[in-house]
Structure formats: structure tokens, C-alpha cells
């Protein structure tokens, strides 16, 4: 037996990992919720009312029957049917494109450290902003959000792909197509005033905010102001096995052999630190390139060249944000693609991205299939070659028993209470749409 081995059952190796272990989550780490806004906020999140067809609410992509996302490698929103890996594409309202990057994990978005959003980070707080936040959409379209939690809510309504819908079918989209986001007649205005006519979301609103006396007061950022609070309050995770072993109790076996690992040796604490096993950085990681890529509606390609997008700078080619793994093991399939579907050969990949890369199963892919070109990335050498070269890191050599047991770590992430949340699903909306 390696003396390695001897520390870890001596107990002894988590001690020596102590010094890179993240202090214990406590309340100070979050904003107060106003728990009035939090209920309204999840009727809200619930309700397909938002969406240009009012068949899709964000639940439809971020629902706790799997752990805040959907299930599936990319989603399909509007122009689906069902939910999580049994939706389908509505023959009657066929989508012009899946959704280009996976459903991410809504857990502990309430903490104040998450101050970047989206894979590629293209939303985030800016303090050299008049808003205090950056958008690609310009400082002046985020007056009036509260966080950028609740700032992030402005591009799901606004997507074809994922909430509004074609311009052919409905004045949500329609109004996005001629650019008409903001004031009367906006996008926003016209979700807006289909809230407001709702006599209990009026009655609600006015009761929440002070600044609202009259339906008519009710603005698209009210609206994304209760749904943050709401998302807020419902996953804030901090009561997993992990966290118990911050606070005294601890992790024993192959899950304490993983953290020692995790914050050792195999050097994920490198990106995954702090208190939510996130940098909130950008790291080329070699993830492979599926789907319909993140391109602009003229581009002609399947690429998806992450942060690069956002600032323009080679060094950011192929480089995503890095995220959260709290309730990881439950929130697959993992990477900004949902290129993986099996934890273990996750963690092994990205132990190896490079060599991953070459040898990739594209069997696992979670989803219906409705177009051709899905794999054009990874069937170019070239493109792959690209993405291979854009790795920022060496392998790590890990045994499988090390892997199996980082893998029982990750598992010791997972937060039942949070996954089930706080408030839950409602029976019923105020606009009587179906819940998801």
C-alpha cells in the first residue's frame, strides 16, 4: 500500500486537503428574498404566458423533475412537445433549430458571487455600465433589472429557438424580428401587457411593488425581477453531504478519497473552487462541438467558439465558463453541449481533453434527432483540430479506482432539498396555461 493510501485511511488526507476546502455556505453569501416576490416570481416561471406561443415557460428547460435543467443533451423549446427526454418536435409547428447550448443548472444563482451568466459569460455585471450590467444588447436595455439573475431573463423570451417562436406566428416574435425590444409595442411591452391583463398578476404586482399602482405600471423588468427572486429562494443548495462535512460532519470512504483527490492531486480545485466549485472563468477544455453550433443567423457553420464570441480575442477560442458542480451528478448531460451522458467517462475525459477528443462516442447523445448536420463539427478533423489545440491543459493521470471515487465526491454534491425545492411546482398558473 502507497503511503498515499495509508493517509486515506488514516483519515488523514483530508486533513492535508483542508487548506484548499471552501469555508461553509452561510446566509451572508445571499441576498435577503422577499418570499411575497418569490411566489409571484414562481408563478411566473411556471407560466408559458411569456412565450410568443404561450406554449413554453422556463420550467419547460429548468424544471426540478431534473434537478433545474431538462434531461437532454439541447433542448427543444418552442416547437417541442413534453417534457425533459420525452419532448418532441411538434409536427405541427416544426422549430427552425434546436437550442445550440444545454439547459445549465439553476442552483444557488441567488449568491452574490454569480455575477456572470450564460456559457459564454455575455451577460455580467460591469460597473463601468450605467446599469451596473453589460449585455450584448447595449447598457440601456438593462435599466431596470435588480440583479443579473434577473437580467438574464431578457434572452430566453427574445430567442426564436427558445421562447418566442417564429415572426409568422405571433407579435412577441414579430416585434423581435423588426427590432422593436423596448418601449410601447416592444417585445417587452407586449409580454408585458399580457401579464397585466391577468386579474390576479395585477392584484400580485401591486401588492409586491410599491411602484406599481395600475396594471398598466407593470414592466417586462418586474417581471424578471420576481422570477430571479424566485429562482433565488427555490435552489439555493447548500444542505449536500459536502456541505455537511464544511460543517463538521465528514464525508467517509470513496467520497472523502475523491475530495482529497479533487483538491489534490488531480488539481480540479484549479478551476472548480470556492464555495460552489466554480472560478466563474473560461477554460478551453476540449468539450465536443454537437448540435447546430452558436451562430448568427447569415453564418453558415456548426461551430460554437464559446467566450471568443463575446470578446472577440483567439485567446478565448472554444473556452466556456466553468460550472457550478453542485448536484452535478443529477444535472447531466454535461458540457455547453451536452456532449456527455455518463459522469464517470466525463470526469476521465476531462482528465485527457486532447485524447478525449479523438476517441469521442457520439452514441450518448441525448435527443430526438431532426437534423442531418449534427455532427458537422466532429466529422471535420480540422474543426476538431481546432478545438484540440485551444486546450489549455496537460492530462492528468488518474487510476479508474481514483476516478470512481472523485466520481462518489461529486455525488456527495448533491443536494436533495435544493433538487426538490423550496416552493415547488404549482397546481394551477393565473392564466390557466398548462404546468409543465
Known amino acids: 500500500m502507497t503511503r498515499f493510501w495509508v493517509f486515506v485511511a488514516c483519515g488523514w488526507a483530508a486533513a492535508a486537503a483542508a487548506e484548499d476546502l471552501p469555508p461553509a455556505v452561510t446566509d451572508d453569501l445571499y441576498a435577503p428574498v422577499d418570499l411575497d416576490e418569490a411566489e409571484l416570481g414562481q408563478l411566473l416561471f411556471y407560466d408559458a404566458i411569456l412565450s410568443g406561443n404561450r ?69 455580467e455585471a460591469d460597473v463601468t455600465q450605467p446599469s451596473g450590467i453589460r449585455t450584448p444588447m447595449g447598457g440601456d436595455m438593462a435599466e ?46 407586449i409580454l408585458s401587457r399580457r401579464v397585466a391583463a391577468v386579474p390576479e398578476y395585477a392584484a400580485r404586482f401591486e401588492a409586491v411593488y410599491p411602484h406599481i399602482e395600475a396594471p398598466d405600471d407593470i414592466a417586462f423588468t418586474d417581471i424578471s425581477n420576481a422570477i430571479a427572486v424566485f429562482m433565488a429562494w427555490e435552489w439555493r443548495s447548500d444542505t449536500s453531504p459536502f456541505d455537511a462535512h464544511l460543517r463538521g460532519q465528514p464525508l467517509t470512504g470513496d467520497a472523502l478519497a475523491g475530495l482529497t483527490l ?104 441525448v435527443w430526438p434527432a431532426f437534423d442531418a448536420v449534427d455532427f458537422a463539427v466532429m466529422d471535420d478533423p480540422s474543426q476538431v483540430a481546432a478545438i484540440a489545440a485551444a486546450v489549455e491543459v496537460g492530462p492528468v493521470t488518474l487510476s479508474d479506482a481514483q476516478i470512481d471515487q472523485i466520481v462518489a465526491f461529486l455525488h456527495a454534491l448533491t443536494d436533495e432539498a435544493a433538487i426538490e425545492g423550496r416552493l415547488g411546482v404549482p397546481e394551477a398558473v393565473p392564466s390557466g396555461l398548462p404546468v409543465p
Open 55 to 123: 406554449t413554453v415557460s422556463c420550467a419547460t428547460c429548468h424544471h426540478p423533475t431534473h434537478a433545474t435543467a431538462d434531461g437532454v443533451s439541447l433542448s427543444i423549446g418552442d416547437g417541442g412537445i413534453g417534457l425533459g427526454p420525452d419532448r418532441r418536435v411538434d409536427p405541427a409547428n416544426v422549430p427552425e433549430e434546436r437550442i445550440p447550448r444545454n439547459a445549465p443548472a439553476l442552483f444557488n444563482l441567488g449568491a452574490s458571487e454569480f455575477v456572470v451568466m450564460f456559457h459564454d459569460g455575455r451577460l
Open 144 to 189: 431596470g433589472f435588480a440583479s443579473v439573475l434577473s437580467a438574464q431573463t431578457m434572452f430566453p423570451v427574445l430567442s426564436r429557438d427558445e421562447m418566442a417562436g417564429s415572426f409568422r406566428e405571433n407579435d412577441v416574435a414579430l416585434a423581435v424580428r423588426q427590432g422593436r425590444i423596448t418601449g410601447e409595442d416592444g417585445a417587452w411591452d
Open 262 to 365: 479533487f483538491y489534490g492531486d488531480a488539481g480540479c480545485v484549479a478551476c472548480h473552487a470556492g464555495p460552489f466549485q466554480t472560478d466563474h472563468q473560461f477554460h478551453a477544455m476540449g468539450v465536443p462541438q454537437i448540435g447546430p453550433g452558436k451562430s448568427a443567423t447569415f453564418e453558415d457553420h456548426h461551430r460554437d467558439e464559446g467566450r471568443f464570441r463575446v470578446t472577440g480575442d483567439a485567446g478565448d477560442l472554444y473556452a466556456f465558463r466553468t460550472p457550478s458542480l453542485r448536484n452535478v451528478a443529477r444535472t447531466g448531460p454535461w458540457g455547453h453541449a451536452g456532449a456527455h451522458t455518463d459522469l464517470t467517462g466525463f470526469v476521465r475525459d476531462h482528465l485527457d481533453p486532447v485524447t478525449a477528443l479523438s476517441r469521442y462516442d457520439r452514441s450518448q447523445v
